[in-house]
């Protein structure tokens, strides 16, 4: 995931550009932007935006100054519904109407959070200074809330940076104060001597971190032991020396707390990110009109299929009743021509060769001689032959039946009617025998 850390001061601008995965972090680019009537925040915006590369998440850090705290308890564990409650909860405990605040929270210990506030005012003149320039942040939020991902630092510890002052407990915030104006250990020993009157908790070190902390005097008048955060030797890599490091090291917590999903986000309600949702609309907008447009073009293709196939069938058809009339013209028009020449066909196969079948019939005419007056009728399936006929008398049939022994295996007479000229018709059925044709 790309990163795009901007830490916004009164005279200095600090960007860093981090590329942050489950098992390491990676430094793109990072720079410092002295602010001044010659370069304004917007021109150095502008040039960012110029030399800004891909989509990366955009992260807007603002001054602590702006964002105020409040220790509560509530019986919940679930971030989700503790910020669900939390305006509720803060209505009438604090002067500004909770309408007018947009609001954060961080774990602290089990029941207990830290509500945080900034003024909507505040989060939307920041974000549309941004806008402007062309690099509208996609969170906003202060470098305090993720000093629990600062890479050197014991879990319980004071952190103070020149401009701020933070309690650390179990690697999580606890209290801050921003400093209006510079940070001296008398200050700082005031401020501890005031979360102590008050039940708080005070760590049992002060560490020292960034350029504004090591601007520090008197710290031997503080009463915690002081010590100035080092940059790790498995980050060496990353930055280089340790000037980078006190430069860096606050965006590049920021960036792990935001990829860990601990970074509170002030971007809320009226003010909340939408630009992403309104590509993703306009997208999947697109992806539907297209999709519709390759479904209706399919339709119209089978449609186009169908018809072709269904003129076929029905040219098709025509041409087989045609057929039908060709071969049959004596017939009436059949029911269903197709299962009528169909039943020809298989009558046809049923005859090894038309040779055999050729010869069947000329042993037929020798077998019948003279005592028959003629055949009018004689179908084979198979090795089944059928017979139909005219004879002179019964007696005739009868001989026609035993001069056929040589062909058939089985014979059988069916009825045999009378004319009143004295002739019969009669049928007979009977079975091949094997190697006859």
Not at 403 to 416: K, M, N, S, W, Y
């Amino acid at each position: 995931m790309d990163y795009l850390i901007l830490q916004a001061e009164e005279n200095l601008l600090t960007v860093a550009h981090f590329e942050v995965s489950r098992r390491s972090t990676e430094l793109v680019g990072a720079a410092s932007i002295e602010l001044n009537d010659e370069r304004t925040l917007s021109d150095a915006l502008r040039n960012i935006a110029e030399k800004m590369t891909g989509s990366p998440r955009i992260i807007l850090c603002l001054p602590p100054a702006l964002f105020a705290q409040r220790s509560v308890s509530l019986p919940f564990k679930d971030l989700r519904k503790v910020r669900e409650v939390l305006p509720a909860h803060l209505q009438g405990d604090i002067a500004l109407p909770v309408e007018e605040l947009a609001l954060g929270v961080l774990p602290v210990e089990d029941g207990n959070f830290l509500a945080l506030w900034a003024r909507k005012s505040d989060i939307s003149a920041a974000i549309g200074q941004f806008r402007e320039v062309g690099i509208e942040p996609h969170v906003v939020s202060s470098l305090l809330f993720a000093l629990g991902a600062l890479p050197g630092i014991p879990p319980d510890c004071a952190v103070c940076d020149g401009n701020s002052l933070a309690l650390l407990h179990v690697g999580r915030l606890t209290y801050f104060r921003a400093f209006n104006s510079e940070v001296t250990a008398a200050t700082i020993a005031a401020t501890l001597s005031a979360v102590e009157l008050s039940g708080g908790m005070i760590p049992p070190r002060l560490c020292l971190i960034g350029s504004g902390g090591s601007k520090l005097v008197d710290v031997e008048l503080l009463p915690l032991p002081v010590e100035t955060v080092e940059v790790p030797a498995e980050l060496g890599h990353l930055f280089k020396n340790d000037e980078t490091f006190q430069q860096l090291a606050g965006l590049y917590a920021v960036a792990r707390a935001s990829y860990a999903g601990t970074l509170p986000d002030f971007r809320q309600g009226e003010l909340a990110w939408t630009a992403g949702d309104a590509k993703l609309r306009k997208k999947l907008i697109l992806s539907g009109v297209l999709a519709a447009a390759i479904i209706l073009l399919l339709f119209i293709s089978k449609g186009i299929q169908y018809r072709a196939a269904s003129a076929d069938l029905l040219s098709l058809n025509k041409s087989i009743a045609t057929i039908y009339r060709e071969i049959f013209p004596a017939r009436t028009k059949a029911v269903d021509e197709i299962s009528e020449i169909k039943g020809e066909i298989r009558k046809l196969a049923g005859v090894e060769n038309s040779s055999g079948y050729l010869d069947l019939i000329k042993k037929l005419a020798e077998a019948k001689g003279s005592i028959i007056n003629g055949l009018y009728e004689a179908e084979l399936e198979g090795r089944s032959l059928r017979i139909k006929g005219d004879a002179r008398s019964a007696q005739a049939v009868n001989e026609f039946k035993t001069a056929l022994a040589p062909l058939l295996a089985t014979a059988e007479l069916g009825e045999v009617k009378s004319r009143p000229d004295g002739t019969v018709g009669f049928a007979l059925t009977g079975t091949l025998k094997e190697g006859t044709k």
